[in-house]
């Protein structure tokens, strides 16, 4: 049996996306994880643009929803820990009724990702296709 049981699914806005991206080099598996979040394909009503990521995780990752990232079990060399403590200072937990801001971090688990994303009043922007 794997050892990923859960689907994490974020949504994070633009101005957050480098805090966003030293959290997910904390609570990923690679140094490549700190570019999780590299674009934004979302847009709120308002047209504030957001990145998204849906992953599987293992249950430890969930230990840092309720633990200060200085106490927690993951670490990662070379993370800023400053950075990473801010996004999580941003993290709101998806909850029916909840739409996205620019000043906060979203998380659903075991959710599905496009729900999510739409229950949140988020549509994909367009791109056109070369």
């Known amino acids: 049996m794997s050892q990923y049981t859960h689907r994490m699914t974020l949504v994070v806005p633009e101005l957050l996306i480098a805090q966003a991206n030293q ?9 490549d994880d700190v570019n ?8 709120d009503k308002e047209g504030n643009l957001y990145a998204v990521c849906s ?14 990232l200085s106490d927690s079990p993951l670490q990662a060399k070379g993370a800023d820990l400053v950075s990473a403590q801010q996004a999580m200072d941003k993290v709101v937990m998806y909850a029916e009724g909840v739409t996205a801001t620019p000043d906060s971090i979203y998380i659903a688990i075991d959710y599905d990702p496009f729900e999510f994303f739409e229950s949140l009043g988020l549509t994909a922007i367009e791109t056109e296709e070369i």
Do not use: H
């Open 36 to 43: 999780t979040f590299t674009q934004t394909s979302y847009q």
């Open 55 to 68: 992953t599987v995780i293992k249950p430890i990752v969930l230990s840092l929803l309720d633990t200060p």
């Open 23 to 31: 959290l997910a080099l904390i609570a990923g598996e690679s140094v």
